[in-house]
T-cell receptor, first 118, second 111 residues
């Protein structure tokens, strides 16, 4: 199956700093990637849709200036949590779907990135 | 997008068959039903997808009645390693990433 990789797997930062999380599709091109946030014991919540070469579209209630998304190439999307605070501590997950294989509907997820803000 | 309802948790024992049902009363004509498995601190992993009737692969079966308002994921002979959260997603394949994750079902397999 297709592989999506995230980096870093975990990160600890001080309050007020910014953190960048990368999502890469290793063996396919993805014009669209998705970013989710998952708090402990809760489900995944879609934050935004990352579009290659254009602006990301954010879900209602997600601050676009807080969570900057860049999708500069067909294999890489980045999520930057700006001026992170403890309430931003969460598990961030990305997903992508290989467009070249047709719209099978199967999403491939990254391993997730655990952010802890002190 | 269709809303889904699943049992919050289920317990089973090794070697048993487990059936997890998902309700999706407002499923649309072009919606597919997809199930994912998630282990702690990992991203979800695709299990199976179907549109109607029955679909089977090497790890699971998916049963969908004619009205498509529900679906049942069947895991044959579960093992301890099947302990995970299982999510049912409903949506069009062309926009799969926008499908809403429900609360999921936490399956605990006991020895």
């Amino acid at each position: 199956g297709a592989v999506v990789s995230q980096h870093p797997s975990w990160v600890i930062c001080k309050s007020g700093t910014s953190v960048k999380i990368e999502c890469r599709s290793l063996d396919f091109q993805a014009t669209t990637m998705f970013w989710y946030r998952q708090f402990p014991k809760q489900s995944l919540m879609l934050m935004a849709t990352s579009n290659e070469g254009s602006k990301a579209t954010y879900e209602q209630g997600v601050e676009k200036d807080k969570f900057l998304i860049n999708h500069a190439s067909l294999t890489l999307s980045t999520l930057t949590v700006t001026s992170a605070h403890p309430e931003d501590s969460s598990f961030y997950i990305c997903s992508a779907m290989p467009g070249s294989r047709g719209n099978t509907g199967e999403l491939f997820f990254g391993e997730g990135s655990r952010l802890t803000v002190l | 997008l269709a809303k889904t309802t699943q049992p919050i948790s289920m317990d089973s024992y090794e070697g048993q068959e487990v059936n997890i049902t998902c309700s999706h009363n407002n499923i649309a004509t072009n919606d597919y039903i997809t199930w994912y498995q998630q282990f702690p601190s990992q991203g979800p992993r695709f299990i199976i997808q179907g549109y109607k009737t029955k679909v089977t692969n090497e790890v699971a079966s998916l049963f969908i009645p004619a009205d498509r308002k529900s679906s049942t994921l069947s895991l044959p002979r579960v093992s301890l390693s099947d302990t995970a959260v299982y999510y049912c997603l409903v949506g069009p394949n062309t926009n799969a990433g926008k499908s809403t994750f429900g609360d999921g079902t936490t399956l605990t397999v006991k020895p």
